[in-house]
Nanobody
Framework: QVRLEESGGGSVPAGGSLRLSCTRSTVSLRSACVGWFRQAPGKEREAVARIDSRDGYTYYVDSMKDRFFISQGDAENTVYLQMSRLKPEDTGVYFC???????????????????WGQGTQVTVSS
């Protein structure tokens, strides 16, 4: 059974930081393109960044690259999203997603990823 699990969400004041973790518990997903997405209340799910576990290739949505940093942990089944200088508009549920295809071979969008976690809530207060 394919499993993705996010952790690290919480409530922080504006300007604060959080580090989200995404753990893949399935051997078949050790080599994967892993993406982070977020969804604010009443809005569509939007992309944040992605990383390819095979070669470290990363890609960020332009509006995210100054404050968000995606990385792979020492254990190859974990990907992190370091978020800094958080704003109230960053509030939402953050999801990680994975696909066995190489990141460079498909567009960063929700419909491009086959496997999803349940999400972790991030709340930034003003």
């Amino acid at each position: 059974q394919v499993r993705l699990e996010e952790s690290g969400g919480g409530s922080v004041p504006a300007g604060g930081s959080l580090r989200l973790s995404c753990t893949r518990s399935t051997v078949s997903l050790r080599s994967a393109c892993v993406g982070w997405f977020r969804q604010a209340p009443g809005k569509e799910r939007e992309a944040v960044a992605r990383i390819d576990s095979r070669d470290g290739y990363t890609y960020y949505v332009d509006s995210m690259k100054d404050r968000f940093f995606i990385s792979q942990g020492d254990a190859e089944n974990t990907v992190y999203l370091q978020m800094s200088r958080l704003k109230p508009e960053d509030t939402g549920v953050y999801f990680c997603a994975a696909d066995t295809r190489r990141c460079m071979n498909f567009r960063l969008s929700p419909d491009g990823f086959r496997y999803w976690g349940q999400g972790t809530q991030v709340t930034v207060s003003s």
